[in-house]
């Protein structure tokens, strides 16, 4: 009976500690996040810790239309050579609407 409370007790003050140590030590996630087209898709975030890319509409002269995405990139992006970029394929030249997704 002592080992089992005592057991549990152990459990329990475990439990509060890494509790309190992930909610202490948690990073905000990505905030401040602006997506463009000029004349390519941008993508970036100015605060946060986590990742952003870019998410591109492109359209051919048909009104069909496909999405391409720029590569995963770390927050907050401080230099426009840390965006997302990506470029419409020649299938479907026409830059419709850029966003942005991000993930922690």
Known sequence: MRILRTLTIAAAAVAALASSTLTGT???????????????????????????????????????????????KSTPNPSPYDYSHKRCPDSHPHHMKAEYETKS
């Open 26 to 72: 948690a990073l905000a996630a990505p905030s401040g996040c602006v997506a463009i087209i000029n004349p390519i898709g941008h993508a970036w975030c100015t605060k946060g810790s986590g990742f952003v890319r870019v998410k591109v509409t492109c359209s051919n002269d048909y009104t069909k239309k496909t999405i391409v995405y720029g590569p995963w």
